[in-house]
Nanobody, 121 residues
Framework: QVQLVESGGGLVQPGGSLSLSCAAS????????MGWYRQAPGKQRELVAS???????NYADSVKGRFTISRDSAPKTVYLQMNSLKPEDTAVYYC???????????????WGQGTQVAVSS
């Protein structure tokens, strides 16, 4: 009943920019936090950036100064602006949300299906 849908992935050259978005829909009572994780081939899934309901942000050291996470006022859509992209940023990026659904009123973790980001010349 809760769905996260990512968009904006694609192929970009090193040094380029890309913007991702994730829209949450369904029976949502509240969203306490949203964020982005990524998983590269042969690697474990890692946190890229997150933002809480109160606006606090957290970034992986590898993306600080290059990526910016933001969220709509709604707030059911989260964005990730990625600048100065590097080949090592290549991964499947997954949207994450900590959601209290209307069906349970208990917080749970929800994930999108992922969107591919490839940084290559």
């Amino acid at each position: 009943q809760v769905q996260l849908v990512e968009s904006g992935g694609g192929l970009v050259q090193p040094g380029g920019s890309l913007s991702l978005s994730c829209a949450a829909s369904g029976s949502i009572f509240s969203i306490n936090a949203m964020g982005w994780y990524r998983q590269a081939p042969g690697k474990q899934r890692e946190l890229v950036a997150s933002i809480t309901k109160g606006g606090s942000t957290n970034y992986a050291d590898s993306v600080k100064g290059r990526f910016t996470i933001s969220r709509d006022s709604a707030p059911k859509t989260v964005y990730l602006q990625m600048n100065s992209l590097k080949p090592e940023d290549t991964a499947v990026y997954y949207c994450y949300a900590k959601v209290i659904p209307t069906t349970s009123l208990l917080s749970g973790d929800y994930w999108g299906q992922g969107t591919q980001v490839a940084v290559s010349s």
